[in-house]
């Protein structure tokens, strides 16, 4: 992947987590740089949290939390605000196997 657009990166090998400015996650092999996996997450310039196998990251337009397979890339589950705020542009967090995100509305929420 080639790019000069935004992203945000998170290093867990095997592989680098990238959120591209496209809204696409993708798992980089630290090995080469191919790609493992890649998934759209509607996310732009937010860092993906791990928690274990899982990669979370909150997408701020569509106020959701994605949690993929890090292996894989597939969805474990997805989380609404329920809000018409927006996901505050920060990454989430992972604390007592709860996930905790800001949104715009100055609330915090956790799935």
């Known amino acids: 992947m080639t790019t000069t657009e935004g992203i945000s990166l998170t290093a867990t090998p095997p ?3 990238v959120v591209h400015d496209s809204g696409q996650l993708y798992a980089l092999r630290t090995t080469d740089g191919t790609i493992k ?6 996310a732009q310039f937010i860092s993906p949290a791990v ?4 990669v979370i990251v ?3 337009g569509v106020n ?3 949690a ?3 292996e894989y890339g597939t969805l474990v589950w997805q989380g609404h ?4 705020a927006g996901i505050a542009h920060t990454g989430a967090v992972v604390a007592d196997g709860r996930v905790h995100v800001a949104a715009t509305d100055g609330n915090l929420y956790t799935f």
């Open 68 to 70: 993929r397979d890090l």
């Open 58 to 60: 909150p997408s701020f």
């Open 81 to 84: 605000t329920g809000t018409q």
């Open 15 to 17: 592989v680098v987590l």
């Open 37 to 42: 996996w890649n998934a759209t997450v509607t």
């Open 51 to 54: 928690a274990g196998p899982v």
């Open 64 to 66: 959701t939390v994605y």
